[in-house]
C-alpha cells in the first residue's frame, strides 16, 4: 500500500512520538511530583502549613496551565533553544511539553495526595511520625494506585500535546499527519497517523490502569 | 513529685475556636486526673468536646491554654522534636481504625516501630508477638481490606501497642462496631490493662462501654467537665442533668408508652443487696402493686449493681408508702419523672 520509504517514515514517527512522549512525563514528574507534594504539604490542613507559599505556588501553576499549549510553544521558543539549542525535532519539544505538563501533573498528584484520609495521617502523627516521614510513608505509598491512575492520564495527554507540536516543526506522529494530510492532501496517511495515535493512547491507559489497580491493595 | 500517681493531669485545659465575631469553646477549662494503671472513661454526647479532648492529650490539637502533664513532663512546653519523643508513649486507636491501607497487617503493626527507628527484624518479631496477644497471629499477611472491622481494630491496637506505650488513647474505639465485636474489643482493652498495666483512656459516647470496662469516669458535656468519680458512684447516684441524661437514655428510648400520672420510682441495688427480694417484700407490706418498667442488673468490675424503675400505684397514699418503705431498707430510691 505505501512504499517503503513511507513505512520507514511512520516507524520514525512512532518512535519520536513515544521518544517525546515518555520522556516528557518523566521530566515533568521531575518538577510535578515535588510541587504537587508541596501543595499539599503547604495546604492550611497540611503537615506544613504555609499559606504564603501555597497562594504562590498555586497561582503560578494556574498562569502556566492557562496558557494555551500552541502559543506556550512559540513563547518559550528562547529558553527552548537555550536548554538544547535547537527549536525543531522531538528533542526540542520536549521543553514545552515539560513546561506544559509539571503544572498539570502538579494538580494530578494534589488530588490523588488529598485522596489520602487525614484519620491515617492523624494515626502517624499521634506515634511521632515527621512530616517529612508522613510524606514518604504514609502520603506516597497511599496514594501509589491513584498517583498511578494520575501518570496514565498524564501521559495519554502529553502524547496528544506532543502531536500538536508538529505544527511549529516537532517530530513524530503529529508531524506526520500534518505535513502528509493536511499540507500535502494525502488523506489516508493522515488516518494512518490517526488510528495509530488512537492504538499508543490505548495501551498507555490499558497498562497503566492495569498496574495501577495490581498494586491497589484495597480491594 | 507531687501526684505521682497521675500519669495524664489537665490543668485549666481551654480550646477555642476562632470564628468572624465570636470565640467558640471547645474545651472550657478542663481539669483532670488520669491515675496510672486504670481505665478512664469520658463520656459525652456528640459535639460534647471529648474527641477535642482526647486530641489534646496527645496534643493532635494544640490546646489554647493550659498544661497537658504527662508522666511529669509538660507536653505543652515540649519541642517539636521531644513531643514526637513523648507520643510515643501514648498509643492511639480511632473509631474508623486509620490503618495503612496499602500494607499488611504485620507490615501496619511495624510502622511505628519504623519511625521509632527500631531494627526490620527486631520491629517484625515484636509485631508478630503483638498480633498474637490481639488474636490475629494467622492473619499478618492480610491487608485492612480482607479484615473485619473486628479484626481491623485489633490490629490498630497491636500498632499502638509497638511501642511499648504507658497510656493507650481510644477515641470513640467501638463506636463502629457491632455489639458482640465490641464486647470482644473491650475485653481485650480490659485484658492488656490487666497484663500490661497501661493506662487506659477511653471516649465514648455510650453509657454501656464505660459500664463495661472503667473504673473512673468523667462527664463532658457542653464543654466542661459535668461531673466525675468512680463508675459506681456516677450510675448510682448521678448528679448532674448531663450524667442522669446519660444513664436514663436508653431505657427512655425503649419504653415512652406510659400514662403520665403515675410516679415512677428508680431503685437502685448495689452488691449485697441485688439478691434480696426488696421488691416482693415491699408489695406484701404495702398491699398495692406496682408495674415493673425497666430492670437491669450489671456486673460493674466485680460486683452486681442492678437498676430497676417501676411504675407505683395511682393511689398516692400507697405510692407514698412504698417510697418510705424503701427509704427504709438499704436499697437507694428516688422518684424519678420517667416518660
Known sequence: ?219 | MKNSDAIIRLQDLCKTYQSKNTTVYALDKINLEIKRGEIFGIIGMSGAGKSTLVRCINLLEKPTSGDVIFDNQNLTLLSPQKLREARRSMGMIFQQFNLLMQRTALENVCFPMEIAGIKKQEAQARAAELLEIVGLADRKNSYPSQLSGGQKQRVAIARALATNPKVLLCDEATSALDPNTTRGVLELLKDINKRLGITVVIITHEMSVIEEVCQRVAIIDSSKIAEIGTVEQIFTSPKSDAAKHLIYQEPKKENSFQEKENRCCRIVFNGGTAFEPILGKMILECQDTVNILYANTKNIDGEVYGEMIVQLPKDDRSANRMLAYLKNTNVQAEEVDYV
Open chain 1, 1 to 219: 500500500m505505501f512504499s517503503n520509504a513511507m513505512t520507514l517514515l511512520i516507524a520514525k514517527g512512532i518512535g519520536e512520538t513515544l521518544y517525546m512522549t515518555l520522556v516528557s512525563t518523566l521530566v515533568a514528574y521531575v518538577f510535578g511530583l515535588p510541587l504537587g507534594l508541596a501543595l499539599v504539604a503547604t495546604d492550611k490542613d497540611g503537615i506544613f502549613p504555609f499559606a504564603g507559599i501555597n497562594q504562590i505556588l498555586g497561582i503560578i501553576i494556574n498562569i502556566l496551565r492557562s496558557i494555551p499549549f500552541l502559543i506556550l510553544m512559540v513563547l518559550i521558543i528562547p529558553l527552548t533553544r537555550a536548554i538544547t539549542g535547537t527549536i525543531i525535532g522531538s528533542t526540542a519539544t520536549i521543553v514545552p511539553l515539560v513546561i506544559a505538563a509539571a503544572p498539570f501533573i502538579a494538580r494530578l498528584v494534589e488530588s490523588s495526595l488529598k485522596e489520602v484520609d487525614h484519620g491515617i495521617v492523624e494515626a502517624a502523627e499521634s506515634m511521632g511520625a515527621t512530616p517529612w516521614e508522613i510524606m514518604f510513608k504514609v502520603l506516597l505509598p497511599e496514594a501509589k494506585p491513584s498517583l498511578l491512575v494520575g501518570s496514565a492520564i498524564a501521559v495519554t495527554t502529553i502524547l496528544s500535546y506532543s502531536a500538536m507540536a508538529g505544527i511549529i516543526g516537532g517530530g513524530g506522529l503529529g508531524a506526520i499527519a500534518l505535513n502528509y494530510g493536511l499540507y500535502r492532501y494525502q488523506k489516508d496517511i493522515m488516518i494512518i497517523t490517526v488510528i495509530l495515535l488512537v492504538i499508543i493512547v490505548q495501551i498507555l491507559q490499558e497498562t497503566g490502569m492495569k498496574i495501577a489497580k495490581r498494586s491497589d491493595k484495597r480491594n
